[in-house]
């Protein structure tokens, strides 16, 4: 609180930009309408077939396989990202060396100390977010594991297996949405970092992360191949 008083106008216009730009994405990708089209969203329609088709299977090796390879990916970010906290909070403990370390770099360096230690516990914040919303997707794709080895057997005409089918897509978009929440706290991260070297970096990068992730969630070519086409 004492470093508040420091901060600048641009600070807090930068903050705004940040802020809006993440909770703006995150809104705009995941509620709106306009954002249906997306990658997340489209990649759900393919969930609900992968649980349709699974259901349809009575030796379900390969899709416990699947689900083992979805696990070992957010096992390998929730893991890396304890190590990244670790290092931030040693940071934090050694901001008065760090801050020698800052004055000397380009666009201004980090401030005093205080203000220093506000702009690493935001990067601190937004990692630790991360952790949380990985572990949490960890668990929900625990959760799916159990359904798939209590799934029936059916086609999709039989009755209870089109709703089966829907519990186990919903459990897994929910796992998957948590997944992608972890990642895009990553990329918000990263642009964080950029408050160290200068207020305005904050605002500039977090603008060019929104950018980025638009483009790679209704732009791309993955976004291409996965929608249907005549």
């Given at each position: 609180?004492?470093?508040?008083?420091?901060?600048?106008?641009?600070?807090?216009?930068?903050?705004?930009?940040?802020?809006?730009?993440?909770?703006?994405?995150a809104?705009?990708?995941e509620?709106?309408?306009?954002?249906?089209?997306?990658?997340?969203?489209?990649s759900?329609?393919?969930?609900?077939?992968?649980a349709?088709?699974?259901?349809?299977?009575?030796?379900?090796v390969?899709?416990s396989?699947?689900?083992?390879?979805?696990?070992?990916?957010?096992?390998?970010?929730?893991?890396?990202?304890?190590?990244?906290?670790?290092g931030?909070?040693?940071?934090?403990?050694?901001?008065?060396?760090?801050?020698?370390i800052?004055?000397?770099?380009?666009?201004?360096?980090?401030?005093?100390?205080?203000?220093?230690?506000?702009?690493?516990?935001?990067?601190?914040?937004?990692?630790?977010?991360?952790?949380?919303?990985?572990?949490?997707?960890?668990?929900?794709?625990?959760?799916?594991?159990?359904?798939?080895?209590?799934?029936?057997?059916?086609?999709?005409?039989?009755?209870?297996?089109?709703?089966?089918?829907?519990?186990?897509?919903?459990?897994?978009?929910?796992?998957?949405?948590?997944?992608?929440?972890?990642?895009?706290?990553?990329?918000?991260?990263?642009?964080?970092?950029?408050?160290?070297?200068?207020?305005?970096?904050?605002?500039?990068?977090?603008?060019?992360?929104?950018?980025?992730?638009?483009?790679?969630?209704?732009?791309?070519?993955?976004?291409?191949?996965?929608?249907?086409?005549?």
């Open positions: 609180m004492h470093a508040l008083p420091h901060l600048t106008l641009t600070d807090w216009v930068s903050l705004v930009i940040y802020f809006t730009s993440w909770a703006g994405y809104w705009f990708s509620r709106s309408q306009r954002g249906a089209g997306g990658l997340t969203r489209t759900q329609n393919y969930r609900l077939l992968w349709l088709r699974m259901l349809e299977r009575e030796n379900r390969m899709d396989t699947l689900i083992g390879n979805l696990v070992t990916s957010v096992s390998f970010y929730a893991n890396t990202t304890i190590y990244i906290i670790a931030l909070v040693a940071a934090l403990g050694a901001s008065d060396k760090l801050l020698s800052t004055a000397d770099l380009p666009f201004g360096g980090a401030g005093n100390q205080e203000l220093l230690e506000i702009k690493l516990m935001l990067v601190l914040a937004c990692f630790v977010f991360a952790y949380f919303k990985f572990t949490w997707s960890l668990r929900q794709f625990n959760l799916l594991s159990i359904l798939v080895g209590a799934a029936p057997f059916g086609k999709r005409e039989e009755a209870g297996i089109e709703t089966y089918a829907h519990r186990l897509a919903g459990a897994n978009s929910l796992a998957g949405d948590d997944f992608n929440r972890g990642i895009r706290a990553y990329y918000f991260g990263l642009a964080a970092s950029g408050w160290l070297l200068n207020p305005a970096a904050l605002g500039a990068l977090a603008i060019v992360i929104l950018v980025v992730l638009y483009r790679r969630d209704y732009q791309s070519a993955a976004l291409h191949i996965l929608r249907d086409h005549d």
